[in-house]
């Protein structure tokens, strides 16, 4: 299972830090992403993290957003600075390729210009 939070209302340029908590046995091993759907739009990845600690960002999030684990917690994170407008979505967590079974709620970010 995995739960999403940290999400809310923001200004454009400012920050907020996502976290999704995981439970379970395979944290540690699998490869964590963190996805966003816009309204009216699809679900994108935009940054995943290996086990091991490399990452990988989609271009539009690339220098502002930090993805982040700490296995020891099971918890994955996304550090998002110079937000705009248009990182208004409901941001999701997952596994690399996600599973249907562990889409959560997500977690709403609005991002005011």
């Known amino acids: 299972q995995l739960v999403e939070s940290g999400g809310g209302l923001v200004q454009a340029g400012g920050s907020l830090r996502l976290s999704c908590a995981a439970s379970?046995?395979?944290?540690?091993?699998?490869?964590m992403g963190w996805f966003r759907q816009a309204p009216g739009k699809e679900r994108e990845s935009i940054a995943h993290?290996?086990?091991?600690?490399?990452?990988y960002y989609t271009d539009s999030v690339k220098g502002r957003f930090t993805i982040s684990r700490d296995n020891a917690e099971s918890t994955l994170y996304l550090q998002m600075n110079s937000l705009k407008p248009e990182d208004t979505a409901v941001y999701y967590c997952?596994?690399?390729?996600?599973?249907?079974?562990?889409w959560g709620q997500g977690t709403q970010v609005t991002v005011s210009s």
């Open positions: 379970g046995r395979t944290f540690d091993v699998s490869t």
């Open positions: 993290i290996y086990y091991w600690g490399s990452t």
């Open positions: 997952n596994t690399i390729p996600p599973r249907a079974e562990y």
